[in-house]
């Protein structure tokens, strides 16, 4: 075995897929260890989560491994190929696991209570939170549920614009934008 695995070692790159595809039982291992560092490397910059990275390390190989006699090397290398592969699945698990958007005002709702005993305090974020509501509401859905992803959900631009499916300056800006016209409206409550 020790031979046909370092004579496995020596074959390019698609001689070593087309032997994976036809069912060769080392060309597999040999395959894997060629390519893991690659495949685990861009599934972990896209998910972002050693865990995710794996399974879609694992599930790349295995859709090579499957697909492997469609293989058109005129098309890409094996390694842009696999790569593509990689890519494709650790969206696809991104996607799956990305969080499901959900109603501002639910985030209200769920506002902790005051640890402060305090009556006078606590009736003063009651009526900070009074005034704040009706600025709330009359923001873009957009720019009130960034400002609240951000300040209750403590969620950074970059998680907000993966909640929302927008682009991270998108999600920046609706926070910027946001924030500034939320400031603006306590400004005037307190200028009345």
């Keep these: 075995m020790v031979a046909s695995l370092s004579r496995l070692d020596r074959l390019p790159d698609d001689a070593l897929l087309a ?15 060629r390519f893991q560092r690659k495949v685990y490397g861009l599934a972990f910059l896209i998910t972002n989560d050693r865990g995710l990275a794996e399974d879609a390390a694992q599930q790349a190989f295995e859709r090579a491994w499957r697909h ?14 696999l790569l593509t592969i990689t890519r494709n699945v650790s969206i696809d ?31 003063i ?13 009359a923001l873009p859905e ?9 300040t209750l959900a403590g969620r950074t631009s970059t998680e907000i614009a993966e909640i929302e499916g927008v682009p991270i300056p998108t999600a920046k800006t609706r926070l910027r934008t946001g924030l500034a016209k939320l400031q603006e409206a306590l400004r005037r409550e307190v200028a009345e």
């Design 125 to 137: 974020d009651a009526d900070l939170l009074g005034q704040l509501r009706p600025a709330l509401d």
């Design 19 to 33: 032997a994976l595809g036809i069912g060769e039982p080392e060309a597999a291992a040999v395959f894997v260890r």
């Design 68 to 81: 492997a006699a469609s293989f058109d090397g005129r098309r890409g290398s094996v390694a842009t190929w």
């Design 142 to 150: 957009g720019q009130r549920r960034a400002v609240l992803l951000a």
């Design 93 to 123: 698990l991104v996607r799956v696991r990305r969080g499901v958007p959900f109603d501002p005002a639910d985030l209200i709702m769920l506002l902790p209570p005051t640890a402060d005993r305090d009556p006078e305090r606590a009736a």
